[in-house]
């Protein structure tokens, strides 16, 4: 079934893509879109589209086709991690994860998770990921290497920790200055890879490291830096008590040059007024991932207050923080959370947080996120009746947002029915 690189592929099926960051979005009930050479050509009404002869068309009827759906930050490495019981971050740390991570000094081993990390992230819709790496380089060739074989678009870096954790997962401010740069140098911008320096999190690092992210990040051209901030009390006191001169955990970071474009920092809960007024001058953006927020106990992210202060916002599953690598279980989380904060996340939102406002969130808003002439042809198929539950509750479903709402609460990677990653098909249930 899988379509040769040059011939044109048309999918047909209900499609629905945001224009803008109003949430205006285009529907077609009965839609169809082109693709030629891993971009799409032409989308609209299956009236409205004239294509070539020679196309393949590929009928998904009654499923619904939206962009595939963008994790804005995630461990691969973690895989094994997931649903590791009964510790909060620091401990959860400590006990689970750095021994999970040391195995990553052998590349047969993070090869073999990279692959079951990616062929899961395609079985549950997502196309794009940020993800930390580990601490050992050939954990990042593994990645780019597995994500390039499917011309996967993934953000990815070595983890910079050079204090407070086990002696097999330091480097030196020296060696990730090396380290990373080489990285550099070999993926970003090769296909579709780019290169993130990835600064684990304030605490990991002593102040000569941050030094060494902050010149990587300003003297490599487009790079991205992804880090933690304000996830978990214990941790913010914590830092408080390791950079006494700074004003908060975020003003950390801005002291060492670390905020900015296509700066990426996962949680951001205990902001300040101050810290979310930073973190919008700078243009900062913040992933919210609500799944590890209520695993870890994290706390309550302030949704509507970020977003009001125009801070590019994206979705993260976090794993192995995270319990889930379905973008439903993470648009279901956020809905929860913003529930106790008096936010009523709507599921049109939710579904933009994932396609159009996760590019945004990445800076790659010119290249995917959206269903459009020009865009690369990440795409996901949704089963819009995957289970018998879902069928019932379908029935009484009246709008577009009730039918996206029901996804959001009851599907799971069940509904996925194809991924497509430029224009080809990777994916199939
Ligand atoms: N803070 C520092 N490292 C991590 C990590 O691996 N996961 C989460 N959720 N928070 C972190
Ligand atoms: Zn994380």
Redesign the pocket.
Known sequence: MEPSQDEPLVLRGKILTFKNNKLDYEYWEKGVLLIEKGFISQVGNHTDINYPQNSKVIDFGQDLIVPGFIDGHV?YP?MSVIGSYGKK?IDW?NDY?YPEEIKFSSYDYAQSVARLFLSETLKNGYTTSST?CTVHPGSVDALFYEAQRIEMRVIAGKVLMDRHAPDSLLDTAQESFDDSQELINKWHNNGRGLYAVTP??APTSTPDQLEVAGALFSDNDNVYLQS?VS?QLD?VDWVADLFPESSSYLDVYNSFSLLGKRALY?HGIYFSESDIEIASATDTTIIH?PT?NLF?GSGLFQYEKLKDAGIRLGLGT?IG?GTSLSPFATMKAAYEIAQFNNYSLSPLESFYRLTFGGAHALHLENKIGQIKPGFEADLTIIDLSSTDIIKNRMRDVEDLSEMLFTQIMLADDRAIRATFVNGKLVYEK
Do not use: A, P, V, Y
């Open positions: 461990h973690q971050l740390l994860t930390f684990r999190f933690h996830e941790e996962g991932c590890s870890l976090d923080g």
